[in-house]
């Protein structure tokens, strides 16, 4: 199974300090991810920080390994991680001419826009 993703969703879900997915002493091995279309493994063992916000992430596999000798599925870390979230991340299409607008609602409504 792979679970889709924003690369900016991916990039909180890395920097979130919740000791439940990120336990001290925690790395990952094994990460693939296919980035617009592309399959890579070029993020292996570290920060996907280098993706930019909106680029459209698959998460193919991946190990989140603990101190203890343990290994946690990553992507089924990170949809747990994903449903308790309080916000979601979005990827918008909209008619230029309406973008304004567009920006103005997510706003007003307490979103924001990266």
């Known amino acids: 199974m792979t679970t889709k993703t924003t690369a900016s969703e991916l990039q909180a879900f890395w920097a979130s300090d919740d000791p439940m997915f990120w336990p001290d002493g925690a790395y990952v ?3 693939t991810l296919m980035v617009d ?3 890579t493994d070029e993020f292996d063992g570290t920060d996907p ?3 930019t916000d909106d680029q459209d992430i698959k998460i193919i ?6 101190e203890n000798g343990d290994e ?8 747990k991680w994903r449903k308790l ?3 979601v991340f979005l990827s918008v299409q ?3 001419d309406k973008l304004d607008e567009i920006k103005a609602a997510i706003k007003a409504l307490g979103g924001t826009i990266r």
């Open 29 to 31: 091995e094994g990460l």
């Open 37 to 39: 279309g592309a399959l």
């Open 49 to 51: 920080g280098t993706l």
């Open 61 to 66: 596999g991946g190990a989140i390994c603990l």
């Open 72 to 79: 946690r599925d990553l992507e089924t870390q990170f949809r």
């Open 85 to 87: 979230q309080s916000s």
């Open 94 to 96: 909209a008619p230029k």
